[in-house]
């Protein structure tokens, strides 16, 4: 019983195949397979919502819908997989998912402890709190000794808190793993208020059956950057999606839109568009995909503004108004910026 | 077969000692099972070994570091003393008591209401036997993941809102938040009601053997059990009246949002409970159904034909037989409420698997020991739980003389 044996063994009973799957680059592995796994959670309007002939849409789709593009020059070469957040990061950590895009909060400790890397920052947001409107209640620091609906496994789970021991306060929290579950509770009077990332409110209570019995309270207990997330170990994949998602940010501040594309790239305005949609320098092979990726992506989803107005802006459902906010672009006293395309 | 493996290798002469010691049975068994032992426990070693080298090769941390780091989230219901605060030892610890809470409820309210059920599909009555036959033939039939959340959706989170609670009786209180009831204050002195309460059942036990020895020897019966539950019940209440009654009540009152004071139970509590002891007492009463059944005709007419009275048939004749048949598959229900009571999770109830499998796993992102103790504690539990019920099996076991 020596260890080769063994590991013939292990081989044989085709045991330690999936390591051999892992040495593999993603980019490599996605281009083979032909579509790539794009993980969302459990249907959200706005970021991840579902329509009832099945597609996804929404701000997170459309960050996959984008490196599909910029891959493949398809943006619907994608396996969604809807999984709860309680399982989220052993799904990518394992290589089950490729790519993670559903209103995920970048922290320490999932950066550096669970084997994942956060690319960007899609969505600035951060935490909240809805109630019913004829509790009477108008600010969070009325909610000594409520009742909290709250989704487990979750940030939102762990500032809820830290705000109440922060302010000397007390709660009991009502948790399940099930967002679904959670709002049915809510809706159901089994709490008296539900905590969630703002946006996620709003989408939410814009599903509500009257959204306008119910109203987010004003206070922001914590920071919430959002953004898409990827395995540990592969800075290729690291840097294509990172860039898929600073590309089109810079595409908005350059005015580069869905609409003007095809034709900016045939005569690029200046020399910045040029390098953005790959009529200059070599950005695009690289990242191992092709130099005008860009046109790609934008003719696909649009630049971020585009993106963002489609499906979370003012005129929504969601209605999650950009002006003002953290979300606009830095120009416009947001803080959306990324780092220029060159 | 000796005989065909020798004709096929002559070339094993006997002198040979290896050939010699692999015809001998004796040997030969012994040579398999450590080679088979040595298998399993490479098997083992090359599977840890495989976890380890590929949990490292994704980035993800293994180890038990994380267990006195602070957890830093809420647990909405807790036997003991818990701050978002505290660590995720402290979180594990929770989740048990609540998982063996659930466990010994369940398995209390099952079997009281298995018996009954049992006892009626066999009663002569045809409306009480067709009840009881509908109640286990539904509930044993449906899922119990699909109970659970009926009971918790369709039942206990459509109760009335705080505001316009149910209440049952002076401090017993029902809402959509929970079941609210006093919960007891020892005042000085209540000490004593509980030392004379241990002293009483301590000569309720010694009574009941005496009176067994008595009744082998001399033949004449003692109502031991009727006098023991007097004592048991009467020494302690005498003691707390003449004391006083030192025990005060905390009534839960609505205050802000909710009842504040006694004591609570959540509606996810409440739903598992009744769920998973409808659904296993179903099993239970089936399986009291057929002990009792297997009780042969002859022996209740002989009890007859000697007179004894009927809760003595019950007791002296049928019950120690039946009980043969009974123990060995309740064990295994018994142990099935305990695992069961992990659905919990589909309705956030904050067990074992709810807080510790789940919540922690996902804030700590240590999926290969959270699950280790996972396992390792129900593994105990469970082993725990036969083990006692096997200790009785044997007392009960026909004694043949």
């Known amino acids: 019983m020596n260890i080769k044996l063994i590991a013939s063994v292990g081989v044989a009973l085709g045991l330690v195949v999936p390591t051999a799957g892992f040495a593999q680059a993603t980019l490599a592995t996605v281009k083979e397979r032909g579509y790539m796994n794009c993980q969302v959670g459990l249907p959200t309007p706005g970021f991840y919502a579902l329509a009832d002939d099945g597609t996804w849409s929404g701000l997170d789709v459309d960050m996959c819908r984008g490196v599909s593009a910029a891959i493949f020059g398809d943006p619907d070469k994608l396996e969604f997989q809807s999984v709860t957040s309680a399982v989220r990061f052993t799904a990518l950590a394992s290589g089950e998912s490729d790519m993670l895009s559903r209103t995920t909060t970048w922290t320490a400790v999932r950066d550096t402890q669970l084997g994942l890397d956060f690319t960007a920052i899609n969505f600035y947001d951060g935490q909240g709190f809805v109630v019913p409107i004829d509790s009477g209640i108008n600010s969070a620091m009325e909610l000594d000794g409520a009742t909290v609906c709250v989704v487990t496994g979750t940030t939102t789970e762990l500032n809820l808190a830290d705000f109440f021991r922060a302010n000397d306060m007390s709660f009991t929290p009502v948790t399940n793993e099930n967002v679904n579950v959670i709002v049915e509770t809510y809706l159901g009077g089994g709490c008296d208020a539900y905590t969630n990332d703002k946006s996620g409110l709003a989408a939410r209570r814009s599903a509500f059956p009257v959204p306008d019995e119910h109203k987010i309270l004003p206070e922001t207990v914590s920071k919430e950057p959002l953004g898409p997330v990827v395995r540990q170990g592969d800075d290729g994949w690291a840097n294509l999606v990172r860039w898929v998602m600073y590309g089109i940010i810079n595409a908005e501040e350059l005015g580069v839109t869905q609409a003007n594309v095809a034709e900016m790239a045939a005569t690029p305005p200046n020399p910045n568009v040029a390098r953005l949609l790959g009529a200059e320098g070599n950005i695009g092979e690289e990242l191992g995909v092709s130099a005008d990726f860009m046109v790609n992506v934008i003719s696909a989803i649009g630049n971020y503004g585009e993106a963002y107005e489609r499906h979370v802006g003012a005129n929504t459902p969601i209605g999650i108004p950009r002006e003002g906010s953290l979300n606009a672009l830095w120009t416009q006293g947001g803080i959306v910026y990324a780092p220029p395309f060159r | ?401």
């Open chain 2, 1 to 401: 077969m000796a005989l065909s493996t020798e004709a096929a290798t002559p070339k094993s002469s006997p002198s040979n000692p290896l050939s010699r010691m692999w015809r001998d049975a004796r040997i030969r068994a012994i040579i398999l099972q450590v080679l088979t032992l040595v298998g399993v426990i490479a098997f083992f070693g090359w599977l840890v070994m495989n976890t380890a080298y590929n949990l490292s090769q994704r980035n993800m941390s293994a180890g038990f570091g994380f267990l006195d780091v602070s957890a830093g989230f809420g647990i909405g219901f807790t036997l003991v003393e818990y701050q978002e605060g505290d660590s995720y030892l402290r979180v594990f610890y929770v989740g048990i008591l609540n998982t063996l809470l659930v466990a010994v409820v369940a398995i209390f309210l099952a079997t009281v209401l298995g018996l009954i059920v049992g006892l009626a599909r066999l009663s002569d009555n045809w409306l009480i036997g067709k009840i009881a036959r509908c109640y286990v033939e539904l509930l044993r039939n449906t899922p119990l993941l699909l109970q659970i959340i009926a009971w918790y959706f369709g039942v206990f989170n459509l109760l009335p809102r705080p505001k316009q609670s149910i209440e049952l009786a002076e401090g017993f209180v029902l809402n959509n938040r929970g079941f609210y009831l006093p919960a007891p204050v020892p005042e000085a002195g209540f000490n004593i009601v509980l030392i004379t309460f241990a002293a009483a059942v301590i000569f309720a036990i010694g009574l009941y053997r005496w009176s067994t020895v008595r009744l082998d020897k001399t033949g004449k019966a003692f109502p031991a059990i009727s006098t023991g539950l007097a004592v048991i019940i009467g020494a302690p209440l005498a003691i707390h009246l003449a004391l006083g009654a030192p025990l005060g009540w905390d009534i839960p009152v609505l205050k802000g949002f909710n009842f504040t004071g006694g004591t609570s139970v959540p509606p996810s509590f409440c739903a598992l409970i009744v769920a998973l002891s409808a659904y296993t007492s179903c099993f239970i009463a089936e399986i009291v159904r057929a002990g009792i059944q297997s009780v042969s005709k002859g022996q209740l007419e002989a009890a007859g034909a000697l007179n004894l009275p009927p809760n003595w048939t019950l007791r002296r004749v049928v019950m120690p037989q039946a009980l043969r048949v009974i123990i060995p598959p309740l064990i295994s229900q018994y142990l099935n409420v305990t695992k069961n009571s992990s659905l919990a999770i589909a309705i956030g109830f904050p067990d074992l698997v709810s807080v510790w499998m789940n919540t922690s796993l996902n804030q700590s992102g240590r999926a290969i020991p959270i699950v280790a103790m996972t396992m390792a504690f129900y593994c105990l539990v469970s082993l725990s739980v036969s083990f006692v019920m096997n200790y009785y099996n044997k007392r009960a076991l026909l004694k043949e003389r």
